[in-house]
C-alpha cells in the first residue's frame, strides 16, 4: 500500500481536484496507523508518504480524510497537521480559504464532535481556536466564534454539544492568553484587549449559569458539563486582563486586575457564595477548581471596590467561607484541596491590611482557627509539606504588619504565633528522623538548597517576634540531641545501626542550626534589642559548641568523612557563621554588639569581634584541612573567607590576626592540601582572589610581594625545565599547569 499510495501522492499537485475514492481512503488510514505504530521501519515508510500531505495546498485532502475516515489515527495526524500548517503557513492562506477552513471546522466540531474520541476532538478545536486567535484583527468572522459557539451549541438541547461549546469556549481563551510564535507582544496585546472587552465578560456569565445548574442538581457534578463549567469560569478569573503576563497569568502574580465591567457581577456576594456551595457539595478534582477560583475572587484589586464598607463587607463574605470549611474540615482530606486552601489563606494578608482583618466581625475566630489549622497542618508533615510555605508566608506577613497597626482592637497575633514557630520546628526533627528511618516517605529538604532556603525564608519572621521564647525553646530542644551526639562519639565500634543513628542526629542538628543561622541572620528595621542581641550570641554559642565537637571527635570516627548527613551538619554550621558575620561584623555593622558580651561569658571569647574573627579564620583553616576532598563544604568555606575579607574595614582587622599572616606567607604551602586536590581545581581562583586582596590591602615593599608570588614562580620554574612534548601530556602536568593558571588568574 505504501507504493500505491506514493502513486497517488505524485499525482497530488494543487487543491484543484480533492477527490479521493475508497481505496486511496483506505491507504491513507493505514499509512496514518503504521505512522504510530511500533514498527521502525513501517514509521518511516509512513512518514515519508505522509508527507506530501503536510503542505497548505493539500488542506482540501486533509479535509476529505477527516471527514470520511473513522480512523483515530487518521484523525489525530489530520488536525495535527492542520494545527501546523495554520500556525506556521498563515501567511501563506488567504482571506477566503482562512473563512472557508473556520466553518469547515466548525461544522466538524458540531457534527463529529460527540463520536470522536476526546483528544481528537480538542486537537480540532484547537486548530478552530487557533485559527480564530491570528485572525482576531484580521478576518470579520473571527470575532464571531463566540457568539456561534453561543447559537449552535450551548443553545442546543444536546447536553454533548453544550459540552462541546464550554470546550471551545475554554480552548479559545486559553489560545488568546499565549502569545502566539508569529506574533509580536502588540499584536498580542490588541487581541487580548480586544477579546476581553469584546467577548470575556459573557463567558464568564455563562459559565456561571452552567454552574449555577449544578448547583440546583449536584448530580451532575462528576459530568463533564461540570468539568467544563469551572474550567471555564477558572480560566476568565485568571486571564492577563492587562494583556502584558502572558507567562505568568495563572500564577500568582498578585492583584487580579477584574474590569470595571465586571463589578456588579464580582462584588455579588451571591457569586462568591455560588463556588462556595459548590466547594461543599463536589468531589475532588471539582472541588479544587472551586478554590482556585475563591483564589482569584479574593485577589482582585482594591479599586474595583467604590468604598471601604463595601469592602469590608466582602472580606467578611471571605472570612466566613473559610471559617465554615475549617469548621467542619470540608475536603480537607483531599490533598490537593487542602494545598489550595493554603493558598488562599496565604492570599489574604496581601490583598488586606491587617487593620481591616481585625476590624471584620469574624477576625478573632479567624485567626484562631487559622494558628490550629497551622499547627495540625505542621504536625501531620508527612501529608502537607507541600503546602506549609503558604501557611508560614500568611503568618509571616501578618507579622510584618503588626507595628503598622492602628486602632484599639488587638491582632492577638502574640497568642498564637510561639505555638506555631515551635511546631514546625518539631516537625523538622520529625521530618529528619523519618528520611532516614523510611527513605522513600518524602524528598529530604536539606539536599535541595532551593526548597531549604525557601522553608528558612519566613520563619525567621516568626521567631523575631516571640525571641524571648523561640530562642530559649530552640536550645531546650538542641541541648539532648547534641549531648547525645557527643556521647556517640565515644563509640569506637561503628555499626550500620550505629551510622543510621548519627544519620538521624546530624539531620535533626543539622535542621536546628539551618533555623537558628536564619534567625540570627534576621534583623528588623532599626538596631535589635540588648535581649535579641544576647539570644543571638546564645544561639551562635550553641553552634560553636557542636562546631568543636564536629571538628575534634566525629570527623576523627571511620567512615565520617563519607557520611552526608554530616556533610549538611557542616554546611549548616558555615551557614551560621555567614549569618553571624553578615549581622554582626559586616561592613555597616558597628562592632560593639552585646553578643560578643555573650559569646565572652559562655566560650571565654574575648569580647569584642576580633575574637570572633579568628575563630571563623580558624574554622575556615581547619576546613581546608579536614574537608579537602569534599568540593562543597571547600566552596562554602571559601565563600565565607571572601566574604569576611572583602570590606575594607573587616579586611583590615583580619590582618591584625597571627593566622591571617602566616596564612599570607604560606599560602601555597602543605598546610593548604585542598590546592592538591583535583575536585578543588575550580575554587583556586577564588582562594587566590581572596589572599591577594587582603594581600594588597598594605602598602608593601617590592621584596614582600616577591615573597609572595615565590610559590608560583617555583611552579612555573619547574614547567620550564619540561621540554619534550609528551610530558605536558602526563596527568600530573597537565594538573600543574591548570592549577597554576587558575592561581594566577585569581
Same mark, same amino acid.
Given at each position: ?42 514509521r ?58 473556520r ?37 470579520p ?72 445548574r449544578?448547583?440546583?442538581?449536584p ?94 463587607a ?79 508566608t ?18 492577638r #497575633?502574640? /497568642?498564637? @504565633?510561639?505555638?506555631?514557630? =515551635?511546631?514546625?520546628?518539631?516537625? %523538622?526533627?520529625? *521530618?529528619?528522623? $523519618?528520611?532516614v ?18 522553608q ?82 546564645? #544561639?551562635? /554559642?550553641? @553552634?560553636?559548641?557542636?562546631? =568543636?565537637?564536629?571538628?575534634?571527635? %566525629?570527623?576523627? *570516627?571511620?567512615? $565520617? ?6 556533610r ?5 554550621i ?21 553578643a ?64 591571617i ?84 588568574r585569581?
Amino acid at each position: 500500500f505504501f507504493r500505491v499510495l506514493w502513486k497517488w501522492n505524485k499525482g497530488v499537485k494543487t487543491c484543484d481536484s480533492p477527490m479521493m475514492d475508497e481505496q486511496k481512503l483506505v491507504l491513507v488510514t493505514q499509512c496514518c496507523t503504521a505512522l504510530f505504530g511500533a514498527d521502525a521501519n513501517a514509521r518511516k515508510q509512513a512518514n515519508e508518504q505522509l508527507t506530501p500531505l503536510c503542505r497548505v495546498e493539500s488542506i482540501p485532502q486533509l479535509r476529505i480524510i477527516l471527514e470520511k475516515a473513522n480512523n483515530s489515527y487518521a484523525q489525530y495526524f489530520v488536525s495535527s497537521t492542520l494545527l501546523r500548517l495554520v500556525t506556521d503557513q498563515w501567511n501563506a492562506l488567504n482571506e477566503a480559504n482562512k473563512t472557508e477552513l473556520r466553518a469547515w471546522l466548525l461544522n466538524i466540531v458540531a457534527t463529529m464532535g460527540p463520536q470522536m474520541e476526546r483528544h481528537n476532538l480538542m486537537n480540532v478545536i484547537q486548530v478552530l481556536c487557533r485559527l480564530t486567535k491570528l485572525g482576531w484583527l484580521e478576518i470579520p468572522m473571527c470575532p464571531e466564534l463566540p457568539g456561534d459557539v453561543h447559537k449552535f451549541f450551548l443553545g442546543s438541547n444536546n447536553s454533548d454539544h453544550i459540552v462541546i461549546g464550554l470546550v471551545i469556549l475554554n480552548s479559545l481563551i486559553g489560545e488568546i492568553n499565549q502569545v502566539a510564535k508569529n506574533h509580536t507582544l502588540t499584536q498580542h496585546r490588541k487581541t487580548s484587549v480586544s477579546f476581553r472587552d469584546a467577548c470575556l465578560f459573557d463567558i464568564f456569565t455563562t459559565s456561571l449559569l452552567t454552574l449555577q445548574r449544578i448547583r440546583a442538581d449536584p448530580s451532575q457534578g462528576a459530568s463533564r458539563l461540570c468539568e467544563q463549567g469551572l474550567g471555564v469560569a477558572l480560566s476568565c478569573l485568571t486571564f492577563d486582563f492587562v494583556g502584558i503576563f502572558p507567562d505568568d497569568s495563572t500564577d500568582d502574580v498578585g492583584t487580579v486586575q477584574i474590569p470595571n465591567s465586571w463589578r456588579a457581577v464580582i462584588v455579588d456576594p451571591a457569586t462568591l457564595q455560588l463556588f462556595w456551595d459548590l466547594y461543599a457539595i463536589l468531589p475532588p478534582p471539582r472541588s479544587t477548581e472551586c478554590i482556585k477560583c475563591i483564589v482569584q475572587f479574593v485577589s482582585v484589586r482594591r479599586s474595583l471596590f467604590v468604598c471601604d464598607d463595601e469592602r469590608k463587607a466582602w472580606l467578611g463574605h471571605v472570612l466566613i467561607g473559610m471559617l465554615v470549611v475549617l469548621r467542619k474540615k470540608i475536603g480537607l482530606d483531599n490533598e490537593e484541596n487542602y494545598h489550595e486552601f493554603c493558598r488562599l489563606s496565604s492570599r489574604i494578608k496581601p490583598n488586606y491590611q491587617l487593620s481591616e482583618l481585625v476590624s471584620a466581625a469574624a477576625y478573632d475566630e479567624w485567626v484562631q482557627r487559622t494558628a490550629q489549622f497551622t499547627v495540625e497542618s505542621f504536625m501531620n508533615w508527612q501529608a502537607t509539606s507541600s503546602s506549609h510555605f503558604f501557611l508560614l508566608t500568611l503568618w509571616a506577613r501578618l507579622i510584618a504588619s503588626q507595628p503598622y497597626l492602628k486602632g484599639d482592637k488587638p491582632s492577638r #497575633l502574640e /497568642a498564637y @504565633v510561639p505555638d506555631i514557630t =515551635q511546631a514546625f520546628i518539631r516537625s %523538622r526533627l520529625e *521530618m529528619a528522623a $523519618a528520611v532516614v528511618q523510611t527513605p522513600d516517605c518524602i524528598d529530604d529538604p536539606l539536599e535541595n538548597s532551593d526548597v531549604l532556603t525557601t522553608q528558612l525564608e519566613h520563619i525567621p519572621v516568626l521567631a523575631r517576634s516571640c525571641y524571648e521564647q523561640a530562642g530559649p525553646s530552640l536550645l531546650a530542644l538542641m541541648a539532648p540531641i547534641m549531648q547525645e551526639f557527643q556521647n556517640g562519639t565515644s563509640i569506637t565500634q561503628v555499626t550500620e545501626e550505629v551510622n543510621k543513628k548519627f544519620q538521624i542526629l546530624e539531620g535533626q542538628l543539622a535542621w536546628l542550626v539551618y533555623i537558628m543561622g536564619s534567625i540570627v541572620g534576621q534583623h528588623g528595621g532599626g538596631a535589635a534589642s540588648a535581649e535579641a542581641e544576647r539570644t543571638d550570641g546564645d #544561639l551562635t /554559642a550553641s @553552634v560553636l559548641r557542636l562546631s =568543636q565537637i564536629v571538628m575534634e571527635k %566525629r570527623v576523627l *570516627m571511620p567512615g $565520617a568523612m563519607a557520611s552526608l548527613t554530616l556533610r549538611r551538619l557542616e554546611s549548616a554550621i558555615l551557614y551560621v557563621l555567614q549569618h553571624f558575620r553578615r549581622v554582626h561584623i559586616g561592613e555597616s555593622t558597628v562592632p560593639t554588639s552585646r553578643a560578643f558580651t555573650r559569646l565572652h561569658e559562655l566560650l571565654g571569647l574575648g569580647e569584642d569581634h576580633m575574637a570572633v574573627s579568628n575563630l571563623m579564620v580558624n574554622k575556615i583553616v581547619s576546613n581546608f584541612k579536614v574537608w579537602r576532598a569534599c568540593g562543597p563544604i571547600i566552596g562554602e568555606t571559601l565563600h565565607l573567607f571572601s566574604d569576611l575579607s572583602c570590606a575594607y574595614s573587616s579586611g583590615r582587622w583580619l590582618l591584625k590576626l597571627p593566622s591571617i599572616r602566616y596564612m599570607l606567607e604560606n599560602h601555597h604551602g602543605p598546610e593548604f592540601p585542598f590546592l592538591e586536590d583535583q575536585l578543588n581545581t575550580k575554587h583556586r581562583s577564588e582562594y587566590y582572589r581572596t589572599i591577594t586582596n587582603l594581600f594588597f590591602m598594605e602598602t608593601l615593599a617590592e621584596p614582600a610581594f616577591d615573597r609572595f608570588m615565590l610559590p608560583l614562580r617555583n611552579v612555573c620554574h619547574s614547567l620550564e625545565g619540561i621540554v619534550q612534548i609528551e610530558a605536558f601530556r602526563q596527568p600530573s602536568v597537565k594538573r600543574a599547569v591548570i592549577g597554576l593558571l587558575r592561581d594566577l588568574r585569581g
